[in-house]
């Protein structure tokens, strides 16, 4: 079985630099990395800011620094969650991984999760989420039912958008 650990970007911080969102993504994946021997890793992201480094390139630097040995795919294009998928969805069906471990911040996970299983639909997916509360309330609205069904369906419509309007 050939997988790969995916982080998605969370825009990067006001001066520039790696988002704590992003920093709770790599310090799991730096977990998984040692305790797993999980030997390669997809960081997608581009940035928020003129001049500011992207997002993906940021989450490297700190891998990279750890000197982990295992490979990593940048993918510093992507504006948004979809296109993060889009993109990633390139690579992992190039390098022919068979299951991700998609790492993501905790309130952002549901809505992700959702664009992710319609993209992947045939690939083994385990979700990871981040720990660390970063003082948002959004997770209450997340957990409600009428949510789930809301980034489902909302899901469903971008990523149709996105893979069969725009891309022809």
């Known amino acids: 079985m050939k ?3 995916i982080c998605i970007g ?3 911080s006001k001066d520039g630099g790696i988002s704590p969102p992003d ?3 790599v310090d ?3 977990e998984l990395i040692r305790n797993d021997g999980i030997k390669n890793i997809i960081l997608c992201g581009g940035n928020n800011y003129k001049n500011s480094p ?3 390139e940021l989450m490297a630097a700190k ?3 750890k000197e982990l040995g295992i490979n990593i795919f940048i993918e510093k294009a992507s ?3 979809i296109e993060s998928v889009a993109f990633a969805k390139k690579i992992v069906d190039k390098a022919g991984f068979d299951k991700i471990i998609f790492i993501c911040w905790k309130h952002h996970i549901t809505r992700a999760y959702f664009v992710f299983k319609r993209v992947f639909n045939n690939i083994e997916i385990k979700l990871i989420s981040t720990e660390g509360d970063l003082g948002d309330n959004s997770q209450k609205r997340l957990n409600s039912r009428f949510s789930l069904l ?3 369906t909302a899901a469903w419509i971008y990523t149709f958008i996105y893979f069969y309007i725009l891309r022809r």
Do not use: N, P
Request: proline residues 0%; hydrophobic residues 35%; charged residues 40%.
């Open 3 to 5: 997988k790969t650990i």
């Open 79 to 81: 504006k948004d969650t």
């Open 54 to 56: 992207k997002e993906a």
């Open 63 to 65: 891998i990279e620094s």
């Open 28 to 30: 799991k994946a730096i």
């Open 23 to 25: 920093r709770l993504q």
């Open 150 to 152: 809301f980034w489902e």
């Open 10 to 12: 969370h825009g990067t």
